[in-house]
């Protein structure tokens, strides 16, 4: 989404009534679009427009709320900024969202977007993500990417047959965000707000891009700004046991564990991971949680697979797994996609497991599918993006 490339230094006269120094415009094919940015770098763009260090604090309020709280798309828009200083931001920067290459609506409202990023280089072909956004008569759920594809290879995903192209930046995840606003005309002076939950479950393993992660869910939580609190954002790993520590300490979203199997040789072939993280290990770091409580439980994902994984036994070694770990249990009946080799569990055989769980003092809700018929339901996302390899010539 975003260009690294830095403006090229021309000096510029007066570029804003509070600048305390001069710098230069920005060749208009490499302006940097400002959206998805933190404070820092919008204090950074602020500070290269000319802005006074002694102004850059309130400069940098003003900019994040019209972006954030109201969503400007022009820095005409900033009717509190002088002209002087929106002249010389138009001249290097932009606000421009990351481009829809397609959107689909599916018959029970849930919507899809295919998003297409910047190239972060000459080399690299513009990449794609999916992101969904699901409504419910109590909450809309925003489900964003934080990597274009995956390397975890979870063999009931779809993601997972994509190979990993690159992280995803803060600010592009932050976009994604933006973005969805924009679709569903959420800013002020349009709908109310949609958008009260927000699950990094989309493409990719988010504690793999640990420090882009933690900045967009800042980013995205700042009260001054989008505001979805940190409680109603959940990140969800497949079980990344040396970041599920910092993961509660640093960024302190909720959890939602990918767990899928109670054995590890099931585990192993769903979740290749557990090879390397078995059961016992991340068990162990989610009892370990730091903040965990009944109001801050951990949600455990299954995916109901026929023969494999929903065995009445299977039920039972689940509720001894969770002993003593303030936890929910999402069943997920199983979303087809082309070319996968499982089934899902029948409704009946997922009810009787649901029980079990229930009966042991576990909130276990079985997950309504909700856009299948586009390919948006949880484990069907996939792009087309691929990594470019260096010429080996």
């Known amino acids: 989404m975003m260009q690294t490339d830095n403006p090229a230094a021309l000096p510029v006269q007066d570029a804003a009534p509070d600048a305390g120094r001069h ?25 290269d427009c000319g802005v006074a260090d002694r102004a850059l604090r309130m400069r940098t ?21 002088g002209k002087e200083l929106r002249t010389a931001l138009a001249e290097r920067y932009t606000l421009t969202r990351p481009e829809v290459s397609d959107e689909q609506i ?40 934080s990597q274009v594809g995956c390397t975890l290879s979870c063999t ?9 192209v690159r992280n995803l930046t803060a600010s592009e995840m932050a976009a994604q965000v933006m973005v969805a606003r924009d679709r569903l005309g959420e800013w002020p002076g349009g709908e109310e707000r949609q958008i009260t939950n927000i699950v990094l479950m989309g493409m990719g393993e988010p504690l793999y891009n640990f420090d882009n992660v933690k900045q967009a869910v800042e980013i995205i939580s700042d009260n001054e700004g989008i505001s979805v609190s940190k409680r109603r954002i959940t990140l969800s790993t497949a079980g990344v046991v040396p970041m599920i520590e910092r993961c509660g ?15 590890d040789d099931v585990r192993d072939l769903l979740v290749p991971l557990n090879k390397k993280y078995p059961i016992e290990e991340l068990m162990d770091a989610c ?3 730091p903040g965990l409580s009944n109001a801050r439980r951990i949600t455990f994902e299954y995916v109901m697979l026929k023969g494999i994984n929903d065995s009445m036994a299977d039920a039972r070694e689940l509720v001894r797994l969770l002993k003593g770990i303030p936890a929910k249990i999402n069943l997920i009946p199983f979303n087809p996609w082309p070319g996968s080799t499982y089934e899902c569990s029948d409704w009946e055989q997922i009810e009787k497991f649901g029980e079990v769980v229930n009966r042991a003092g576990y909130a276990s809700p079985i997950r309504t599918p909700r856009g299948r018929d586009i390919m948006a339901a949880c484990g069907q996302l996939k792009s087309a993006s691929e990594r470019v390899r260096a010429n080996k010539a």
Request: aromatic content about 8%; overall charge neutral; glycine content about 8%.
């Open 23 to 47: 710098s230069a415009p920005v060749n208009a094919e490499v302006r940097r679009s400002l959206t998805g940015l933190d404070r820092a770098g919008l204090s950074e763009a602020l500070s």
């Open 61 to 81: 309020s003003q900019l994040w709320n019209w972006i954030y709280q109201r969503g400007a798309t022009s820095f005409d828009e900033m009717t509190n900024v």
């Open 106 to 145: 599916s018959n029970d409202g849930t919507r899809k977007w295919l998003v297409k990023l910047d190239a972060q280089s000459a080399r690299e072909v513009s990449p794609q993500i999916e992101c969904v956004y699901i409504p419910e008569t109590s909450r809309g759920t925003l489900c964003i990417s």
């Open 156 to 164: 009931f995903c779809h993601t997972g047959t994509q190979k990993l």
């Open 249 to 263: 300490t640093e960024i302190g979203a909720m959890l939602a564990i990918s767990l899928h199997g109670v054995r």
């Open 287 to 289: 009892r370990n949680y």
